[in-house]
């Protein structure tokens, strides 16, 4: 991929419209059909009672690299059918980073594999998640 397409797919519908990004203060490192990696700091803001990454936004982060990547150069919005997460090891150390990588692309099912890794590339956490393609048109 050019680089010109890897910047353009990076400032994609999730990017530019979705808060919770912006809340979480996630940063999207890359964003295409097939793969997306999403970034989020771990600071206070973002631990448990216990000092580890909370799992609420562990898994936010995972929803959002799958919505990156499934809604990447769409006309139309990809909205989630299903996600189920399983959280293997505390994270402990930040930035957190998740990757969604296309597992099944149908007519109207998307499929995704998301792995995330503390930062020291520890993995912490695996979702599937699989999308609807809907007819609606997303906002530019």
Do not use: W
Request: charged share 20%; aromatic share 6%.
């Amino acid at each position: 991929m050019e680089h010109a397409d890897t910047m353009r797919d990076m400032n994609n519908y999730v990017a530019r419209h979705d808060r919770l990004v912006r809340h979480l203060q996630m940063h999207m490192e890359a964003a295409t059909p097939e793969f997306s990696r999403v970034t989020m700091p771990l600071t206070e803001h973002h631990r448990n009672g216990m000092g580890f990454a909370h799992g609420g936004a562990i898994f936010a982060l995972a929803d959002v690299a799958f919505g990156a990547a499934a809604n990447a150069g769409r006309e139309t919005g990809v909205v989630s059918l299903t996600s189920s997460i399983e959280f293997l090891r505390p994270g402990k150390v930040g930035p957190l980073a998740a990757e969604a990588r296309v597992v099944r692309e149908g007519n109207h099912v998307l499929s995704y594999d998301v792995c995330v890794f503390d930062g020291e590339g520890t993995l912490i956490a695996r979702a599937m998640s699989t999308g609807f393609i809907t007819d609606t048109p997303l906002p530019a």
